[in-house]
């Protein structure tokens, strides 16, 4: 097959990339200029284009004669953008996901995968917390799938629900390195209850790959492996940094709390969280979970693999420049 990856350059779409090439695929990745050092391997075709200033058929002609095209952009809810949120995340996610997937669908692909979120899932399991309605950026997620599988209408589009994803990629700083400087600085560690679902990027790229290979009805598929509490989450990033820290469990009343002055400060300056800050504690102190059956339906259908998790935490610290010296 012939794939069209969106973010090809990015985490998420690098490693997808990886293993499309190992499955046999041909790939053709968009980037705004020639990526440096010789980032993805040679035959990889690059179409340099800024895909938001491109005409409809200019995006046509881009994805003509490709079977497949994976989605892998956008901004996740560690973007504090300015206020309104919901605006800002409609515009970055949902709007350009139904363009190109109505734009694929009519330039002839046959399957489409977009890279969202497992707060669409909870959200859909979870009616009773109404968590689209509380937070513009699961709001936005949901309605991204939803964009999604519509616009491309005769292609079978597999909406890939993912969680906490470790790992790294060349010459790219984790998202994580906020945390993990925290994690590893010399003050107490405070941290909330509960814990969420985890997994390597490798395996996020073998599902991305198996959805790329999939024909059938369109849906959503939440991706996941081991269920893992914040504090071993912690403990292990400690241990991995050199540091050995006890976590203290934050109440969540002293969350909120902590919270709301976030949240007050964020609105002096204009800006707004796609998760509202307060409400979203409640979901903090969960165990957001994907369960063990979902799970094992999605692997069933995509074919990602499990386990690794230790390596890919110590590669996103090391990615972080905080692996201690030998």
């Known amino acids: 097959m012939k794939v069209f990856v969106l973010g090809g350059t990015g985490f998420l779409g690098y490693h997808a990339v990886l293993e499309l090439l190992r499955r046999g695929h041909e790939v053709t990745v968009l980037a705004f200029d020639m990526p440096e050092d010789d980032l993805l391997p040679p035959g990889v075709e690059y179409r340099l284009a800024d895909i ?40 970055a996610n949902v709007l350009p996901a139904g363009r190109l997937f109505r734009l694929a669908a009519g330039a002839g692909l046959k399957s489409g995968v977009l890279c969202g979120s497992y707060f669409a899932y909870f959200d859909r399991i979870w009616p009773e917390m109404k968590l689209s309605e509380h937070h513009p950026y699961v709001r936005v997620r949901r309605e991204q799938a939803d964009a999604a599988v519509m616009a491309g209408e005769g292609m079978t589009v597999s909406v890939l629900e993912l969680p906490y994803i470790f790992g790294n990629m060349p010459g790219r700083v984790p ?51 081991l269920n893992i509490r914040w504090s071993e989450m912690v403990e292990t990033f400690s241990r991995l940094g ?59 259908v995509l074919g990602f693999g499990s386990g690794g998790l230790e390596k890919a935490f110590r590669d996103t610290v090391a990615a972080c420049g905080l692996l201690p010296e030998d």
């Open 52 to 91: 938001d200033k491109c005409s409809d058929e200019e995006i046509k002609e881009i994805l003509s004669g490709h079977d497949s095209m994976v989605f892998a952009i956008g901004a996740d809810d560690r973007v504090v953008p300015k206020a309104p949120a919901y605006e800002f995340f409609y515009k």
């Open 242 to 300: 050199g540091r050995k820290q006890e976590v203290i469990t934050m109440p969540a009343r002293a969350a909120k709390l902590f919270m709301r002055f976030l949240q007050v400060y964020m609105s002096a300056t204009g800006r707004e969280h796609g998760l509202h800050p307060v409400k979203f504690v409640d979901v903090q102190v969960l165990e957001t979970y994907i369960s063990a059956e979902d799970l094992e339906a999605s692997r069933k």
């Open 175 to 225: 998202l994580w390195a906020p945390l993990l400087k925290y994690i590893l600085s010399p003050f107490p560690v405070f941290y909330t209850a509960g814990g969420t679902t985890m997994i390597t990027v490798e395996h996020v790229a073998e599902a991305i790959a198996g959805a790329v290979e999939r024909h059938g009805e369109s849906g959503s598929f939440p991706v996941g492996d």
